[in-house]
């Protein structure tokens, strides 16, 4: 089974920081390769929304809302991403989910790989 585990979430006032981590790991295969990993978020009753994409090489994206407030980091060795918010508004406030478009794995390649989310909620 692979994983994608966020943490990093929580309450914070408008203005604030968080930072947000996501640690791929496998427990009964090995991965070998990681492709582009991002964060989206969610609100309740709305779609998911791409927040900011890393690929491998280190190539970023970031939504509108996100520029200039948001940076997206990934560190291969450790399998992980990371998202620094500055600036929060209460507009941000959502569930923030990892993603991975493709894994390489021992036994196979796994494809939209989602994490279980990590809320985060700004107040004003």
């Known amino acids: 089974q692979v994983q994608l585990v966020e943490s990093g979430g929580g309450l914070v006032q408008a203005g604030g920081s968080l930072r947000l981590s996501c640690a791929a790991s496998g427990t009964s295969r090995s991965i070998f390769t990681i492709g582009t990993m991002g964060w989206y978020r969610q609100i309740p009753g709305k779609q998911r929304e791409l927040v900011a994409t890393?690929?491998?090489?280190?190539?970023?994206n970031y939504a509108d809302s996100a520029k200039g407030r948001f940076t997206i980091s990934r560190d291969n060795a450790k399998k992980m991403i990371y998202l620094q918010m500055n600036n929060l508004k209460p507009d941000d406030t959502a569930v923030y989910y990892c993603n991975v478009d493709r894994m390489g794995t021992s036994i196979g390649p796994l494809l939209d790989v989602w994490g279980q989310g990590t809320q985060v909620t700004v107040s004003s």
């Open positions: 890393i690929a491998n090489d280190g190539y970023t």
